[in-house]
């Protein structure tokens, strides 16, 4: 990469600057992808970059400490309120001078790791003092997701942003959504004969996107409870990977193009039903509220009101606290209709798109169990580390190289975000019960009544 840039993230203490952020600054500078650079960290408390790069380290297996030795050398710790004006003259002039120092272009990204309610007071800051001087499409500005509390606080937030920077200059992160997995769903339906004509409404039963965690919501108590699932989870990477699988095929995966076909997903989306949770144990974690009503857990029904998808439920399901952790699509192809089917019972064929841990994509079909006239399903299984190796990039890796590039496909637009949050609004107003299910669990026991319901299946 030619680019010279500074890289400034703002909440460099947090669980995200350590945990990925300066791991994936890490990996760009082992690959040489990354050389004539500065990182600024950026917090309220009073820290340095040796100290946050120890901790970093940990997340790093096997590092090589000449590496982050360079990161070191070339990096500066700022401490700063976002909600202090005056601060930002401060953090301006240490911007200047580091990069003086290391005769950098001006080339800036701001990383807004932190809660959307800071977002406002930090665009504003840095134009105000000139930080944020927009020259072509520069600085960058990434800002984590989610992106608002609800409707009306995210168009608000686009409103500000917009009318200090240009979208083109905006990158809303997911990081579910990394190029990679845009292009490896969208090349998968797309360019398969078996696929592309199924891929409807006369074919497919329903579809299902699981994101389980085993893990709770750990430290970020405080968050979570003000968040919960479905600001956290289903607004944000659900729908993301949803839009994917229910999009028509866009010209090229550059560009508009992808950001477009997924807007006619967003605006057409239909949210019918939702079965909320909460694991036993939430209101005594650290940072939550102990009369807390937020859900940890959710299942919704949704449908696609487009023609490829009239009828078809798309089934999401996601929590903390669960029995696995896995983030899998499951497509459900429906029955076949033939004479052989009524002596030869066949269950449906699924394709299965594995998200996390053993990536890649399953086939399940009918084959015959030998000795019997009877089929059963198997599974024709590619795993992309068995054929392409360990060493593709990390999400966060990836997107940041998408950032200095200037490649916004993989990010989020401003007119999906809104459309998006308009889908869930009436069911972040409703009053609906919150089950409570136990740790290890497979979610509130009610979630079997509520699949009876809306006759789904889940897929395990
Ligand atoms: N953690 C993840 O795995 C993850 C994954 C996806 C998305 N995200 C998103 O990324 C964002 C950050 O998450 P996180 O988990 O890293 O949060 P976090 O651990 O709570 O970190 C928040 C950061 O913001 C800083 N901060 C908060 N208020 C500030 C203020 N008034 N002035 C200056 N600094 C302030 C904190 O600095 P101090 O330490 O100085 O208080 C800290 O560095 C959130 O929007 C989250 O939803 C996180």
């Known amino acids: 990469m030619k680019e010279s840039v500074t890289l400034i993230i703002m909440g460099v203490t947090g669980d995200l600057a350590k945990r990925k952020l300066l791991p994936a600054i890490y990996s760009l500078v082992t690959k040489k992808k990354l050389k004539n650079f500065a990182v600024i ?53 240490g911007c200047l001078s580091l990069e003086k120092r290391f005769r950098l272009s001006g080339k800036r990204i701001f990383y807004l790791a932190t809660l959307p309610e800071h977002f406002p007071a930090i665009v504003k800051n840095l134009k105000e003092v000139e930080m944020g001087k927009n020259k072509e499409d520069w600085p960058k500005l990434v800002f984590e997701k989610p992106f608002g509390y609800d409707l009306s606080s995210a168009r608000k937030l686009n409103k500000t942003i917009l009318s200090l920077f240009k979208e083109r200059q905006i990158y809303r992160i997911d990081h579910y959504l990394g190029k990679e997995l845009v292009a490896n ?45 479905l600001r956290d989870m289903v607004q944000s990477h659900i729908f993301q990977l949803l839009s994917l699988i229910a999009m028509e095929s866009p010209e090229k995966i550059e560009g508009e193009f992808v950001r477009d076909k997924k807007l006619e997903v967003f605006k057409n989306l239909n949210v019918k039903d939702v079965l909320l949770g909460q694991y036993e144990s939430f209101k ?67 394709l299965i798109i594995n998200l996390r841990t053993n990536e890649g994509v399953a086939l399940e079909v009918n084959t015959k169990i030998p000795g019997k006239n009877e089929v059963e399903p198997v599974k024709l299984d590619f795993r ?20 200095i590039a200037g490649n916004q496909y993989a990010f989020v637009r401003n007119d999906s975000i809104e459309y998006c949050w308009q889908a869930l609004e009436p069911w972040l107003k409703k009053k609906i019960s919150i089950h409570r299910y136990k740790k290890g669990s497979k979610g509130p026991k009610e979630l079997n009544k509520w699949s009876e319901k809306n006759k789904i299946g889940w897929r395990s």
């Open 185 to 229: 769903i969208s090349l998968l339906r797309f360019t398969n004969r078996i696929f592309e004509p199924l891929w409807c409404k006369d074919h497919i039963e329903n579809v299902q996107i699981i994101l389980n965690e085993e893990l709770t919501i750990g430290s970020r108590g405080e968050f979570y409870d003000k968040y919960g699932v």
């Open 384 to 403: 992309i580390k068995n054929k392409y190796g360990p060493n593709t990039p990390e999400a966060y890796e990836s997107l940041i190289e998408d950032i």
């Open 41 to 93: 960290g950026v917090s309220r408390s009073e820290n340095s970059m040796s100290s946050i790069i120890g901790e970093s380290k940990k997340f790093v297996k096997g590092s090589n400490q000449k590496v982050w030795n360079k990161i070191g050398k070339r990096s500066e710790y700022i401490k700063l309120n976002f909600e202090d004006s005056e601060g930002y003259k401060v953090f301006g002039k």
């Open 284 to 350: 005594s974690e650290s940072g939550v509220a102990a009369n807390s009503t937020t859900p940890t857990f959710a299942a919704l029904k949704v449908f696609v009101d487009t023609p490829r998808w009239k009828g078809v439920p798309f089934f999401l399901k996601t929590g903390k606290a669960l029995n696995e952790t896995k983030a899998v699509i499951y497509i459900k192809f429906k029955e076949v209709s033939c004479l052989l089917s009524k002596t030869c019972p066949s269950d449906t064929n699924y």
